[in-house]
DNA sequence: TCTAAATGTCTATTGATATAGACAACCATA
DNA sequence: TATGGTTGTCTATATCAATAGACATTTAGA
């Protein structure tokens, strides 16, 4: 770890920085064997700040629930990782980072019909003000947030979804029940970003934190566009992972 | 535009929170029709905060070459660029976003030879220690830094490669010069984090921006691995395409 | 049970961040 | 050329961020 020097006056605070780099060697298993992270005087020196300033970090990443102080001992690493998120031509959800977590779920929080912008038109390959359904999900791994999702449908196609996905807790299932039996992902465009308040408050995230962002097409079998979506990650949990 | 609040107290300036903002916005296209970024009243009005402190925020994109301010008029938008960048089987970057561009090149920063760590042993399918060479590139595009990669090729195969890779400026050339006509990508994990002094140095960056990470794995037509590189993109600049 | 090592708490000081207000300088245009 | 709208500059004040030092409290182990 350490090694590099952090930056002053660049708007960042120190305590966030330390916090961001702290967090990347725990789940980078840097302190793996002690099970704790290194004493506040030793990292202090490491990142060359006063003790009160790596307190703070450690504050905010207790504040997380990624590690617990204790007093006369040490600072214990309560959590670590990041989920390995795989980005193929059968991308789905829950199948991708099941073997990693004991449970997967998806919530539906909100739902609605809206008419197509015209950039959602082109991607569905739909005429502009074509009925579309909306719907904003979260994604859980063992009851932590991992991602929220906007996704669009036609209208036509899938009217029922909100409540198909409300009751099967799964894109997959309720493609099924509306007489999609398979679908594959044609397109996904990465691109990372600072999380914005609504990211905050749905993925559990400290302020200052990046967000993954996923906009996806899916299509039936017969290569006709079924869902796009675009979902947003908390890019200190997952990493994506494209197999060729 | 606005809509979001911003967030106090977080360990991350307001300035560099709005700064961020207006440069997605700009991204984004949300003025083009007049070319300049709104009045600093407004957006003062807008994100609910004091005049000074958005010129705080202006002042930061003018530092990055993005705005340029003119006394009388306003603030005006001097670039505006995410170039995207595909991932797939026969993922190049020169190729990849040489339509988007006039002119990609690659700079070769250092390159020297090293024992495989375990990590890299691992990806790479050779013994630990096995010597490999390390190339440290910049890739550019019209004269801007995009990428910076750090790449490990096993010795034995490729001992010459730095020399070759110096004169061709192409990757894809010096696998062929080397006897490797064609690779292919097998897998790349994408991961997003601050930027570190190095990425602000080499990529031009603003402190406190996001690089995308790549960690890539390539291979030649026999599926022996040829390539392994991880590369850290300014995330303000480019956008992942998986197609499928 | 003593001691070393670790976190917890307190005070004080300095510099960066943010707000507030006022006014100057400049530009486009009526 | 007069005016409204815009950026540029200055002063003042309050709060947050960071440093510095001292000492208390807790834990593990000799």
Do not use: C
Not at 146 to 156: C, E, G, M
């Amino acid at each position: 770890m350490a090694g590099q020097k952090i930056q002053r006056q660049t708007g960042v605070a120190l305590w966030r920085q330390i916090a961001d780099r702290i967090r990347t060697s725990i789940n980078h298993g840097d302190f793996d064997e002690t099970g704790m992270v290194p004493p506040e005087t030793v990292l202090a020196l490491q990142f060359g700040v006063n003790r009160h300033t790596i307190r703070s970090a450690l504050a905010a990443l207790a504040q997380e629930g990624i590690v617990r102080a204790v007093q006369g001992r040490g600072t214990l690493i309560e959590r670590k990782e990041r989920l390995s998120f795989p980005i193929s031509r059968r991308t789905r959800f829950s199948q991708g980072i099941g073997d990693q977590v004991r449970e997967t779920r998806s919530v539906l929080l909100a739902s609605g019909e809206e008419a197509a912008s015209t950039e959602l038109a082109k991607q569905l390959k739909v005429r502009t003000g074509t009925p579309l359904i909306r719907l904003e999900t979260l994604g859980q791994a063992d009851h932590r947030p991992v991602s929220r999702a906007t996704s669009w449908f036609p209208a036509d196609r899938f009217g029922d979804i909100a409540e198909v996905y409300r009751t099967t807790g799964s894109i997959t299932k309720a493609f099924k029940e509306l007489g999609v039996p398979d679908y594959v992902r044609v397109v996904t465009e990465i691109t990372a970003t600072h999380a914005d308040e609504s990211d905050l408050a749905d993925l559990q995230l400290s302020p200052g934190a990046i967000v993954l962002v996923a906009q996806a097409l899916n299509a039936d079998l017969d290569n006709v566009p079924v869902q796009y979506s675009i979902s947003r990650f908390a890019a200190d949990r997952v990493r994506f992972t494209i197999e060729n």
